[in-house]
Each structure stands twice: as C-alpha cells, then as structure tokens.
C-alpha cells in the first residue's frame, strides 16, 4: 500500500492541488472567516478525479498485481493525506492569527474579530465536513469511474461548504466553541476529537462504499 501512495502521489499530483492546498493559509487573512480557508482547497481536491482519468490512472493501475479494492484505497488515503494537509496548514495559520493579531479596541469590530477568530473547534467541523465529503465523492464515484465525474464532484462539493457554513455559524453563535477559558478549551477540545473520529468512520464507510462498487465495475 505504501507503494501504491507513492504512485499516487507522483502521477496524481498536479499544480493545481498543490496550489489550493496552500489556501488553507487564508486563514492568515484577518477580515475573512476561517472557514474559507478549508473552501478553497476543495477546487483542487475537485481537479484529482479528472486527472486521474485524463492520465489513465485507473488503466495503468489495473495492470498492477493488486487488488480492485486496493485501487480505491489508494486513492482515499491519497484524499486524506492531502486533506491532513490542509487541516494542518490552516491550524498553523490559525495560531499565527491568533497570537500574533492585534485585539481591536472598538466594539463593533471587536465582536466580529471574537465571532470570526480561529478556534480548535472549527478544525473538528473541518474533520467531519471532509469525512462526508469522502463519503459522498468515493461512494458515488466509484459506481462509474468512466462517467459519473462531474456529479460527484459537485455534490460533494456542496455537501462539504454546506457542513462548514453551519459549524462557522454554531461557533458564532455558541461562546463555549470559540472561547479559551477552561470550560471553552474542553468544549472546543472534545468538538476537534470528535470531527477527527466522525472524519476516520465517515472516510472509510467511502472506501468501503466505493470498493464494492467498484468490484462491479468491468475493467
């Protein structure tokens, strides 16, 4: 399996992944919401699917001593590794912000900048989010890799924004989320454990959704 990343990750690969990747670094922006940094991102999650098959990955792969499901294993690894990626970039641009940033003295910009600043709980709704995107996009995928492309793309895709537009709202509007006191930091702690587990079962209920379906798929 360690090989079949590695193919992964030099033939699949491109620019445009590795650019949207790194706007999980808008977080570093001090009027945006942090959340838009995990959005961004998803444009060059969106491009791997169409490389893959404009390169014949799924061809090339197949003629490898390996199992179907393994393909498709490969591939949701690969998806991890790259969302891991961002989630991990964006903390660091979040910490950056957070110590770094001044307070704002006026009230009416200081409730936005406390709504709006990075919290550990926003990167447990970045998990979850991610989770069922893997889940929608791997199992719908999967079922015609040579056709249904555009449809998982786009689904997913609005899944994901949909479930990080109402974890930014519930930390807006719930203190314990985005606050540091000891009550907060255990609240914000345990929504992060959370996501990272809903993120793990959610991505390989996808695996696993996907490789059945895939094992229907004539090759």
Do not use: H
């Not at 936005?112 to 709704?125: N, V």
Request: glycine fraction near 6%; include cysteine; aromatic fraction near 14%.
């Amino acid at each position: 399996m360690k090989k079949l990343l590695y193919k992964e990750i030099v033939l699949c690969t491109n620019f445009q992944i590795i650019l949207f990747t790194c706007f999980a670094l808008f977080v570093l922006i001090p009027s945006w919401p942090p959340a838009i940094a995990f959005i961004y991102p998803l444009s060059g999650l969106m491009a791997l699917f169409p490389t893959c098959l404009a390169n014949k990955d799924i061809e090339y792969t197949s003629l490898l001593p390996i199992k179907k499901t393994d393909i498709v294993k490969a591939k949701a690894l690969y998806l991890g590794l790259i969302e891991i990626a961002v989630v991990l970039l964006a903390a660091i641009a979040g910490l950056l912000r957070f110590f770094l940033y001044p307070t704002p003295e006026k009230p009416e910009e200081l409730a936005y900048f406390m709504a709006t600043r990075p919290s550990i709980s926003l990167l447990g709704f970045a998990f979850m989010s991610f989770g069922v995107m893997n889940l929608v996009l791997l199992s719908m995928y999967y079922r015609d890799p040579y056709k249904r492309l555009t449809g998982p793309n786009i689904v997913s895709l609005i899944v994901c924004i949909l479930l990080l537009t109402a974890g930014s709202l519930v930390i807006a509007f719930v203190p314990a989320l985005r606050e540091y006191d000891a009550i907060g930091l255990i609240t914000q702690l345990l929504t992060l454990g959370a996501g990272i587990i809903l993120y793990v079962l959610f991505s390989f209920l996808g695996y696993k959704s996907g490789a059945k379906a895939f094992l229907n798929i004539d090759l």
